[in-house]
């Protein structure tokens, strides 16, 4: 069987998020998951790690590749990606997800086309913020 290279790579940064928002590592889990069976991919591990005094990392391993979120709750910034290979799971799916139930002030995001050669870079569209 032979298998397709390519992907999609969604990166988005935030800003303007609620403090203890980033600063719930198991709350963002539980988001992150939600994330992934939003866009249809199957999870097959999750790493979250609580820092002090504050911030967040969380990183969820999919079949297809990965989700994850980096947190600086003192700035209200939160630094998202996700990575999906083949054309079954959408990225932007995860990330338009995980935008509306973080509700950041502003949102800034880039998609990459992976996979085909050289990189391709475009603006993606997010469904539930306009971009800044």
């Known amino acids: 069987m032979e298998y397709s290279t390519f992907g999609r790579h969604v990166a988005v940064d935030t800003w303007g998020i609620d403090f203890d928002t980033l600063n719930d590592a198991e709350l963002l889990q539980s988001h992150m998951i939600e994330a992934a069976e939003a866009c249809g991919a199957t999870v097959l591990s999750v ?3 609580q820092f002090e005094p504050q911030g967040a990392t969380v990183l969820v391993m999919l079949s297809e590749s990965h ?6 709750p003192e700035k209200g910034f939160a630094a998202i990606d996700c990575y999906t290979c083949g054309e079954t799971v959408d990225p932007q799916a995860a990330i338009d997800y995980l935008v509306s139930v973080l509700k950041p002030e502003r949102t800034y995001a880039k998609k990459l086309i992976r996979g085909v050669g050289e990189l391709q870079v475009e603006e993606p569209v997010l469904k539930q913020h306009e971009l800044v």
């Open 47 to 49: 790493q979250a790690k």
């Open 67 to 72: 989700i994850s979120i980096h947190t600086y």
